[in-house]
């Protein structure tokens, strides 16, 4: 099978941002997945492969039926991914994580289904904006995709219940970003639970919205 020069530069940026993550603590062992949408299909990280030992040769790689073109058996996630993107048609990448603040964010009661962390940054509601609970399912089960699609086609990031977080964007890094920053603010939200928080205003927000245009 002939590869393309941008699937190939697409894999090799798969390979490198797997690694920082896990190298950085945000992918332990096999956790998480990365994927990125192609002309002909899309790349996604192998099932049981760590994000800091990836192949590039060996990621899989779909057509949008899910049928398995080349490479190794794809993540069990798969079907969270391609829901996204039949949903997304702006979403050129998707990460998926197990990292550990937003983990744990993920599985407090009481949380707002529709927007599971406050607006406690400005660079939050411009890369995340609001942040719907997705309810549990098992890992592998099918019907988190449906519970996925309604709320994938109005945000761009989603925090799936006693699981983690599930980003979506124009862009590899643009998705990696982004979680980066969802994780970074569930770390503040975390060590803020006991003390009294000053969060955005809706006066301000709207203003991060009319200058930044954040996503969903």
């Not at 896990?22 to 956790?31: I, N, Q, T």
């Not at 990125?36 to 899309?42: H, M, N, P």
């Not at 399912?137 to 519970?147: E, I, K, S």
Request: hydrophobic share 45%; glycine share 6%; proline share 6%.
């Amino acid at each position: 099978m002939t590869i393309s020069a941008n699937e190939q530069l697409l894999r090799g940026h798969i390979v490198e941002h797997g690694r920082s993550l896990f190298d950085r603590g945000l992918a332990a062992g096999s956790s998480g997945n990365i994927s990125v949408r192609l002309q002909d299909g899309w790349l996604l990280t192998p099932t049981d492969s760590c994000l800091g030992q990836l192949d590039p040769a060996r990621l899989s790689k779909l057509n949008w039926e899910g049928k398995l073109l080349s490479g190794d058996a794809p993540s069990k996630e798969a079907f969270l991914h391609r829901a996204i993107y039949e949903e997304r048609a702006d979403a050129n990448a998707i990460v998926h994580l197990h990292a550990t603040y937003s983990a744990a964010v993920s599985c407090m009661a009481g949380l707002d289904p529709e927007n599971c962390m406050p607006p406690l940054t400005a660079y939050f509601v411009m890369k995340v904006g609001r942040l719907p609970l997705v309810p549990y399912h098992r890992p592998g089960d099918v019907a988190l995709a449906d519970a996925i699609r309604a709320l994938a086609r109005t945000h761009s990031a989603l925090l799936l219940a006693n699981h983690g977080p599930i980003v979506s964007a124009a862009t590899l890094e643009a998705a990696i970003y982004t979680i980066e920053e969802l994780e970074e603010t569930a770390k503040l939200f975390l060590l803020l639970r006991d003390a009294p928080v000053r969060t955005l205003t809706d006066a301000q927000i709207a203003e991060l919205q009319s200058v930044f245009a954040p996503k969903h």
